[in-house]
């Protein structure tokens, strides 16, 4: 077979492309969520820990990591998996102490591996000793989170509205000791912070500066848009979408999200971080309208995450769907500002299970070269799957209010399973052949190990592209996006000195002719940088007159110009 891309005829009507330049102090890096309880178990409990990270950091240099991002390692319960804290400067026994993160921190700084520790400022556990003050009245502590009598009702105490927990149900509860309610957008154990009381602004800030005193990196700060709520408590309006009070679209969150009182504390942490010689990062999550998640941008975020490939990408979209979604971030972006592109996290389905896995290769090329920053959550780097985990083994929050007969559209645990690093026991995720959540059957042939002798694996493919991405004049090439067919969108990283890249998709069902002297100035011949298996290219070696290529379904193709340097 020749090691050249296919020549055809059948040639689409184009969609013009967009042009976007990076920022000249442009912000790009790889960045990877660490799912701490998933990750590598140091100590034969079935459960990950920090010791188990370290084992594992060179992985990270070899994947051309940046930045690991730790979900929560803080003392808690457990009841939400560390999203309620009950110690905000102490590690959760369960991941080790705090010698083992000093350890960590300095081994990743070792490797240029930045650390970002997950800040959850909305909430803690009912376990906290100021919850604890604050239920028996204690001053200050009786001011620390939202409480009120509620409303009386045909002689009937009710909550003081109707609000609704974004864990479902009403996000209200009642505490007789204190004799209210308290708020609680998440879990009834996960009570709001009231961030009206000067006292609580200054317990946060002092934990912020606690951690950047040990010399981490920044922050991804979670759950944002919750931070204040309207003071006047009034009933939210409406959604019309569902007729049950308890479900989360029951109303519309105008007094219980993105309120410009949390915009406004924003800047006070920027500065904090900013007191600071080296550089600290500063994300939110935000869930909300595009509009909404762009105004954080402007209040000192360094980026808000972007999680339009989770939420509008779907198995069935064209290449124009694939082309607004992108085009529309940078578009609407700050100018100046990060742009940032994410495919999963521990509460959504794993991309895979959404897309497949040759799609899903798509959407990685995507993550990885689109500029800014490309989040990584662990185990999409192998292709991880998704694993069914039985009604008695769930153990997920989410899953186990929904029952047994509902639990599978609810529960995460599927997309949190432990790390497949090789097919011994347990997927060489612990020594222990029970471990806090079943590792996916499918490890005896998914894995890490054996993924990095295939040279068709997706490890394989992520690395070359990883690789690619942390080239510092690959950071600054411009991007030009096209329509080239129904279903095939390319893009182009192009730069005047050090050559250019051009990324060709076919998220279609069907192979496609299509013509790449769209793109302006594109040489007759281009290197072959990387081809899906089935493409019929040679990777790494192949060189041809490339202007119109023969795209299969469900392919990628990654061309260089014949001079770049990346």
Do not use: C
């Not at 929560?72 to 102490?97: K, Q």
């Not at 979604?325 to 592109?341: A, C, Q, V």
């Not at 047994?404 to 399973?417: E, F, G, L, M, W």
């Not at 690395?463 to 279903?487: G, P």
Request: glycine share 6%; charged share 25%; proline share 5%.
């Amino acid at each position: 077979m020749r090691a050249v891309i296919a020549f055809g005829v059948a040639i689409l009507p184009l969609v013009i492309g967009i042009t976007w330049k990076p920022p000249e102090k442009a912000t790009d890096f790889s960045l990877y969520q660490i799912y701490p309880r998933s990750y590598k178990d140091n100590d034969g409990d079935g459960i990950g820990d920090l010791r188990g990270v370290i084992q594992r950091l060179d992985h990270f240099t070899e994947s051309n990591i940046d930045a690991v991002w730790l979900s929560p390692i803080f003392r808690s319960p457990m009841v939400d998996f560390g999203y309620d804290i009950s110690n905000f400067t102490e590690i959760e026994p369960i991941f080790g102490t705090m010698k083992d993160f000093e350890d960590l921190l300095k081994a990743a700084h070792d490797r240029n591996l930045s650390v970002i520790l997950d800040f959850v400022p909305n909430h803690t556990s009912n376990q906290h000793e100021w919850f604890k003050k604050s239920v028996q009245g204690i001053p200050p502590y009786d001011n620390y989170y939202v409480w009120h009598p509620g409303r009386m009702e045909n002689g009937t105490r009710k909550p003081p509205n109707n609000w609704v927990s974004a864990m479902s149900g009403p996000a209200w509860e009642w505490k007789d000791e204190r004799q209210a309610y308290y708020l609680h957008q998440f879990g009834s154990e996960q009570p709001d912070l009231n961030y009206y009381s000067p006292e609580v602004k200054r317990e946060m800030e002092a934990i912020l500066r606690f951690w950047l005193d040990k010399g981490i990196d920044g922050f991804r700060i979670d759950a944002m848009k919750y931070i204040y709520e309207d003071q006047r408590l009034l009933d939210e309006p409406l959604s019309g979408l569902t007729d049950d009070p308890n479900a989360i679209e029951y109303t519309q969150k105008i007094y219980t999200t993105d309120l410009q009182s949390t915009y406004d504390i924003l800047p006070t942490w920027r500065q904090i971080l900013d007191e600071y010689e080296q550089p600290k990062y500063i994300m939110v999550e935000v869930y909300s309208s595009t509009s909404a998640t762009m105004k954080y941008y402007k209040y000192g975020a360094d980026f808000a995450f972007n999680f339009d490939l989770i939420t509008k990408l779907t198995i069935n979209s064209t290449a124009a769907d694939i082309k607004h979604i992108i085009d529309s971030w940078y578009n609407t972006m700050p100018e100046g500002s990060t742009p940032n592109w994410v495919a999963g996290n521990h509460d959504r389905s794993r991309l895979i299970k959404r897309v497949g896995e040759p799609r899903a290769r798509a959407v990685t090329t995507f993550v990885l070269l689109l500029p800014g920053v490309g989040v990584t959550y662990y185990g999409e780097e192998i292709g991880m799957t998704e694993e069914y985990i039985s009604w008695e083994q769930t153990v997920d929050p989410l899953g186990r209010k929904s029952g047994k007969a509902n639990y599978q559209s609810t529960s995460r645990d599927p997309v949190r399973t432990p790390f497949q690093w090789n097919n011994s026991v347990s997927g060489g995720f612990s020594s222990n052949y029970h471990t806090w959540l079943p590792v996916n059957n499918n490890y005896k042939t998914l894995n890490l190990a054996d993924e990095k002798k295939d040279k068709n694996s997706y490890y394989t493919f992520y690395e070359k592209l990883s690789k690619l991405k942390k080239s510092t004049q690959f950071k600054q090439a411009t991007l030009v996006t096209k329509v080239l067919d129904e279903y095939v969108f390319a893009f182009a990283r192009e730069t005047e000195k050090h050559g250019s890249v051009y990324a060709i998709t076919n998220f279609g069902n069907k192979a496609s002719t299509v013509d790449l002297s769209v793109f302006d100035n594109i040489p007759r011949k281009l290197k072959v940088y990387y081809a899906t298996a089935d493409s019929k290219v040679l990777p790494w070696k192949s060189v041809g007159q490339v202007r119109r290529v023969t795209m299969p379904a469900r392919s990628v193709v990654i061309l260089t110009t014949l001079d770049a340097k990346f």
